[in-house]
């Protein structure tokens, strides 16, 4: 039975591990096609990749919408869960609903309503408009990760420091924000890995200026090739490298 | 959250209620640019996309009305009709094979890779999660192509003779999906499992229960919750997805976001896309409504 277990791990890992080592193999292929036989290594792929203007500016497009959509769907989360976790308003349930509802909706339905709107109000397709619809999504998910890691042991230090004279401004930033710091980056790393790999908005509201995933889209159409493997092989090794780095400084410190 | 804060004090003398008409003004203030956000950006465009879906398209202008002529042909044009079909068939068969593929690997993960090692262990069962959505797909496009990885695999071995095609058809569709959803559902059923006390099995094995029957009467149903966030989850993300049905199944059979893609790319049929799309909402709310009482989406 034990040996079964471990057979069937084995097996599954062989199948979740298989077209990601694929992909890695042959980004270092000699000849023009990523299929066997492998004739590498070679890192040509890499330097033609990197060399790639238009590749590098979707990468530095991809990060600032990144960055900046998900600090702004953190921000507003944060007010959100707060305001709402402090009091109960009339219609409260309601507030929460409305603002936990786009998770339920797809990316393509999101995408293809702010599209309609931005037509009719005459907004052009833009990164800026991709940021707009990456906090649409985002924002439920730290609303959501916040809400839920407001305590009351941290409603009861908020209002020791409210009676001790504490400003509201000081109590979020001195008491609730590093209460909460372990949630906070949850949240906005979270929300920083779904903006950056978020396909269809990026895909139906930029033009000229477009992201990394949309970028790689457009690779695609070429058919197969090395290049395209090169550049999906250093996507996954920063993602690695930065999840091993949160793992050791962040998240290890915030569970000890 | 009751019992916190001024706003419950036992008398309600003018001072209390004062500080609780600002605790509230105070809330709500904070509540509100989020709500505002999400009112501009997503409850308005439905709106609008709901108005769109009952227009219709004249030469390339929209003209708006109260049409059910998207609607209608929706559910009486053959190519429409196939799409729902095709995207509901799609998403159970991915559905279902991912929660009976992730489930074991959940529990081999769970009762017998030693504790010290689950966490690397389910680090690495979800670690392609890392590669971008688009190159995962293209990824399996490299393996299952008639010149790729396992068809070259399967010759070697002599089990096939010529390459079988996968591409550009429904298996491989499915096999994108299933090996994302798969990731997915083993993190929600693992984390249900971790959650239940050992105790129950021993109770159920002391009363005379084998081991096969503990697992099908007693474990397998306390983890219903954490299978149906996974599948509702999957359900959700699996039937709304244009990447993979349009890197890995190609042209032959559209789902229904390729065919809302298309009404826009071809002639910018806004008001049909948004009627498909209200359509597939539709579906998704059928799904929430299939699995609600075992969801916690609000303990996310």
Redesign the interface.
């Known amino acids: 039975m034990?040996v079964l277990?471990?057979i069937?791990?084995g097996a599954?890992?062989g199948?979740?591990?298989?077209?990601?080592a694929?992909?890695v193999l042959?980004s270092f292929q000699e000849s023009r096609?990523?299929?066997?036989p492998f004739d590498g290594p070679t890192l040509k792929w890499y330097a033609q990749v990197l060399a790639d203007r238009g590749l590098v500016e979707a990468l530095v497009n991809s990060l600032l919408v990144a960055l900046i959509s998900s600090a702004l769907a953190l921000l507003?989360?944060l007010?959100?869960a707060?305001?709402?976790?402090?009091?109960?308003?009339p219609g409260s349930a309601l507030?929460?609903g409305?603002?936990?509802?786009?998770?339920?909706?797809?990316?393509?339905?999101?995408a293809?309503?702010?599209l309609?709107?931005f037509?009719?109000v005459g907004v052009r397709p833009s990164l800026m408009a991709t940021g707009?619809?990456h906090?649409?999504i985002n924002?439920?998910l730290c609303?959501?990760?916040l809400f839920?890691a407001m305590g009351?042991h941290q409603?009861?230090a908020e209002?020791a420091a409210r009676d001790l004279g504490a400003s509201?401004w000081q109590i979020m930033a001195l008491v609730t924000a590093p209460m909460l710091k372990p949630a906070l980056l949850a949240a906005y790393f979270l929300s920083v890995t779904f903006s950056w790999?978020e396909?269809?908005i990026a895909f139906?509201l930029t033009r000229f200026d477009v992201t990394?995933?949309v970028e790689?889209?457009s690779m695609?159409r070429s058919g197969?090739s090395p290049a395209?493997?090169a550049?999906?092989s250093l996507?996954?090794l920063v993602?690695?490298a930065v999840?091993i780095v949160l793992e050791v400084t962040v998240f290890r410190k915030a569970r000890s | 959250m009751i019992g916190s804060g001024p706003s419950t004090g036992p008398g309600l003398s003018p001072a209390n209620m004062s500080i609780e008409r600002h605790e509230r003004r105070y809330g709500l203030a904070l509540a509100l640019p989020a709500l505002g956000w999400t009112v501009a950006f997503f409850l308005l465009p439905f709106i609008v996309m709901l108005v769109l879906s009952f227009a219709h398209l004249e030469g390339r202008e929209v003209v708006q009305g109260f049409d059910t002529g998207n609607y209608q042909r929706i559910f009486t044009e053959p190519s429409l009709l196939k799409g729902i079909r095709v995207s509901l068939e799609i998403t159970l068969v991915v559905t279902i094979l991912s929660v009976i593929l992730a489930w074991p690997l959940a529990w081999i993960i769970a009762m017998q890779v030693p504790p010290r090692w689950q966490r690397l262990a389910l680090m690495l069962a979800v670690l392609p999660f890392w590669t971008s959505y688009v190159v995962r797909s293209y990824s399996w496009a490299l393996v299952l192509g008639e010149s790729g990885v396992m068809m070259q695999a399967l010759i070697g071995i002599g089990a096939l003779d010529a390459p079988v095609q996968i591409m550009a058809t429904r298996a491989a569709t499915i096999i994108g999906f299933v090996h994302f959803f798969v990731m997915l559902l083993t993190l929600t059923i693992y984390s249900n499992l971790v959650q239940l006390s050992p105790n129950y099995a021993r109770a159920a094995a002391d009363l005379g229960a084998s081991g096969w029957a503990t697992l099908r009467l007693i474990i397998i149903p306390l983890t219903l919750p954490g299978i149906m966030t996974g599948a509702f989850l999957t359900f959700v993300l699996c039937i709304g997805d244009y990447i993979t049905p349009q890197i890995l199944g190609g042209n032959n059979e559209l789902t229904m976001p390729q065919l809302i893609m298309l009404q826009l790319g071809r002639r910018g049929d806004f008001p049909m896309a948004s009627a498909l799309s209200i359509v597939l909402m539709a579906l998704v709310t059928l799904a929430y409504a299939a699995t609600a009482r075992w969801l916690k989406m609000d303990r996310l």
Do not use: H
């Not at chain 1, 199948?15 to 990601?20: G, M, S």
């Open positions: 034990r277990g471990w069937y791990l599954l890992f199948f979740i591990f298989l077209p990601v694929t992909l042959f096609l990523p299929v066997p507003l989360g007010c959100a707060q305001g709402l976790s402090r009091v109960i308003l507030m929460r409305v603002l936990i509802a786009p998770l339920t909706v797809s990316y393509l339905i999101i293809l309503g702010l309609s709107v037509n009719a707009i619809g906090v649409v924002l439920p609303f959501a990760i839920a009351d409603k009861n209002q509201e790999d396909f269809i139906l990394l995933p790689i889209w695609l197969l395209t493997n550049i999906g996507v996954f993602s690695i999840l």
